[in-house]
């Protein structure tokens, strides 16, 4: 079993930033995976980013390239999503999922996830 609890969604202005975390517990051994997807209100889950634990080879979703970045610390065991000029189509429920087998970009593919923490970009 594998725990993830995150924090650090809120409000911001058009341009603003945030910085969301994502604490992972339990059965978190070998090269895992960790991802970010959001899901807006009326649309499917969608992959944001993702981060392989050993060697932080890192994936985007094209429209956040250049804008938000994943990255972990080991000794935390945590994993972050800096989002930077961010826009109201960045609104959504943002979740962090764990998968131990092969990166994916699919929300199906990911057994353990997080509890979701709102992210609101008033215009």
């Known amino acids: 079993q594998v725990q993830l609890v995150e924090s650090g969604g809120g409000l911001v202005q058009a341009g603003g930033s945030l910085r969301l975390s994502c604490a992972a517990s339990?059965?978190?051994?070998?090269?895992?995976?960790m991802s970010w997807f959001r899901q807006a209100p009326g649309k499917e889950r969608e992959f944001v980013a993702a981060?392989?634990?050993?060697?932080?080879?890192?994936y985007y979703e094209d429209s956040v390239k250049g804008r938000f970045t994943i990255s972990r610390d080991n000794a935390k065991n945590t994993v972050y999503l800096q989002m930077n000029n961010l826009k109201p189509e960045d609104t959504a429920v943002y979740y962090c999922?764990?998968?131990?087998?092969?990166?994916?970009?699919?929300?199906?593919?990911?057994?353990?996830w997080g509890q979701g923490t709102q992210v609101t970009v008033s215009s």
């Open positions: 999922a764990f998968r131990s087998n092969g990166a994916s970009r699919r929300a199906n593919d990911y057994v353990y």
């Open positions: 339990g059965r978190t051994f070998g090269n895992y995976y």
């Open positions: 981060i392989v634990w050993i060697g932080g080879t890192t």
